[in-house]
């Protein structure tokens, strides 16, 4: 089967339905997100509600933590994050409906998932962590170190960077990098689990 994985939405609805449109033409049902879903546009609740009521599932990005910890945790963050990004958190939490914050403070940090006998993980930044990076010119030992975390046949690790397939050891890792990506091009990626081992490709839509 095929599916896609999206990303690195960050508040623009605009380029959030280019690329459910592309995926809809490409015939493909199932979507998963890796998060970062409302700071940094402002449309915040309108790509939460298409998400869901696409079906999208999603596991909860280092930026939504955030937008879910920027009322109380104001302080402390304005200290250790950059000013745009701080800004952009806060400009995120007082605009989402109380419902969309609520969604966000309850999307797991990581997911197990099956497609077709292959498993998943679906994650932000690492299996790990949140707040890390995994990168494609990263080291083979880093990406192992990944693969044995997850013990899965698939890991989709959105973090923002660029967008990135790359087989270790017979285990898919796969960043669809960001729907909002610069240049106005929406980025994702199509995971395709008949091959063995699974493969992907980076569609990229204007």
Known sequence: MLFAA???VHGNAAALDAALARIDEMGIHTVVCTGNLAAGGDDGDAVI???RARGVTCVQGELDRLVV???RKADSLKKRLAVGVFDAVQRAHGALASGNVEFLRALPHRLMLSFEGKSVCLCHGTVASQSDTLAENDSIER???QREAANCTIV????????FAR??????FVNPG??????????????????DPPSADVV???
């Open 6 to 8: 999206i990303g690195g």
């Open 49 to 51: 509600g298409a998400l």
């Open 69 to 71: 910890r920027a009322a």
């Open 143 to 145: 990406f192992r170190r």
């Open 156 to 163: 989709i690790c959105g973090s923002d960077e660029r967008a």
């Open 167 to 172: 087989v270790v050891d017979g285990t898919l």
């Open 178 to 195: 960001r729907v909002d990506a610069p240049g106005a091009v929406a980025t994702f990626v199509v995971v395709d689990t008949d091959t």
């Open 204 to 206: 990229r839509v204007a």
